[in-house]
Nanobody, 124 residues
Framework: VQLQASGGGLVQAGGSLSLSCATS????????MGWFRQAPGKEREFVAV????????YYADSVKGRFTIFTNNAKNTVYLQMNSLKPDDTAVYYC??????????????????WGQGTQVTVSS
């Protein structure tokens, strides 16, 4: 199983970025796909999760209304569209796959596979 995250970069506050996570080696539609992030000096935190081929999504309060998670099942890829970015969104963003997608999806311990991370930097 491989998860390949991409799309990070440097953006000014108020701007937008779109992250992608291409997967291989798993039955994509059966997994919950999540995004987490880790800022310097902080613990990794939940951002968003999607399951059941997009029928269910859940977001951290800090990103609700600004970020959108969605999938392209034909490409086995999950995306994170990030709008109205703030300096506090600066972090390394990780995608992850959970083979038992029955919980809320916000616990990193539930995830089986992780991508390598992509850096997002938001300047003020």
């Amino acid at each position: 199983v491989q998860l390949q995250a991409s799309g990070g970069g440097l953006v000014q506050a108020g701007g937008s970025l779109s992250l992608s996570c291409a997967t291989s080696g798993l039955t994509f539609s059966r997994y919950a796909m999540g995004w987490f992030r880790q800022a310097p000096g902080k613990e990794r935190e939940f951002v968003a999760v999607i399951r059941w081929s997009g029928a269910s999504t859940y977001y951290a309060d800090s990103v609700k209304g600004r970020f959108t998670i969605f999938t392209n099942n034909a490409k086995n890829t999950v995306y994170l569209q990030m709008n109205s970015l703030k300096p506090d969104d600066t972090a390394v963003y990780y995608c992850a796959a959970d083979s038992l997608p029955y919980g809320l999806g916000d616990n990193e311990d539930d995830y089986d596979y992780w991508g390598q991370g992509t850096q997002v930097t938001v300047s003020s």
